[in-house]
């Protein structure tokens, strides 16, 4: 597609829930990033995929996260049991390769949990 | 791990007048990166710019790697030109995690 599409765009869950995130990156790219952005904070890395592996998953915040990536395109975060705490916008991004490369955002998912 | 220190951390401008945000890090970087967020939360990739100078219509942006430092400038500001910017590097073998700086929030009056 012509950029980074997300969905949903807002999800409001209940505590305790669990949830699935959407990326689809750009056509052709093979590194996909998952960031968080908390209200007033600034981004907080999670996780990123060069084709369909993951050679960084420090970021994810505890085993309740996940996030897999299929065919090199579309990736999926997935919280599990959802907490307060992890309200927050989740941005993805992609670019070309991973080295030197300018990175592209989608516009993000807004998870409110109640 | 690296620090990433953005200052202003905020700045009101009249339309048409000129700034200046600046980025300060504090290890060597392979690459490093300026965003605009603007105020419906959408990151737009303004520069690449691990070295060296560029430019973009009223927008450009230096990097002196050695300094450890990057600057970017924002001529003739219009009210478009509000958000916030971020700062991003990427060190070391993190490849793939760009550390972002807190930000600099800019406003643009008419």
């Known amino acids: 597609g012509a950029g980074v599409s997300q969905s949903p765009s807002n999800k409001v869950t209940e505590k305790g829930k669990d949830v699935e995130l959407r990326c689809d990156p750009i056509?052709?790219?093979?590194?996909l990033y998952w960031y968080r952005q908390s209200l007033g904070q600034g981004l907080e890395f999670l996780i990123y995929f060069q084709g369909n592996s993951a050679p960084d998953k420090s970021g994810l915040p505890s085993d309740r996260f996940s996030a897999e990536r299929t065919g090199g395109s579309v990736s999926t975060l997935t919280i599990q049991r959802t907490q307060q705490e992890d309200s927050a916008v989740y941005l993805c991004?992609?670019?070309?390769?991973?080295?030197?490369?300018?990175?592209?955002f989608g516009s993000g998912t807004q998870l409110s949990v109640l | 791990g690296i620090q990433v220190e953005q200052s202003p951390p905020d700045l009101i401008l009249q339309e048409g007048a000129n700034s200046t945000l600046r980025c300060n890090f504090s290890?060597?970087?392979?690459?490093l990166q300026w965003f605009h967020q603007n105020p419906w939360g959408q990151l737009i990739n303004l520069f690449y710019i691990p070295s060296g100078t560029k430019q973009n219509g009223r927008l450009s942006a230096t990097t002196v790697a050695t300094e450890r430092y990057s600057l970017l400038y924002i001529s003739s500001s219009q009210t478009t030109d509000s958000g916030v910017y971020f700062c991003?590097?990427?060190?070391?073998?993190?490849?793939?995690?760009?550390?972002f700086g807190q930000g600099t929030i800019l406003t643009v009056h008419p």
């Open positions: 056509s052709g790219h093979t590194a």
């Open positions: 290890d060597s970087v392979n690459n």
């Open positions: 991003a590097v990427l060190y070391g073998t993190s490849y793939g995690k760009l550390t």
């Open positions: 991004a992609s670019s070309p390769g991973f080295l030197n490369e300018k990175l592209f």
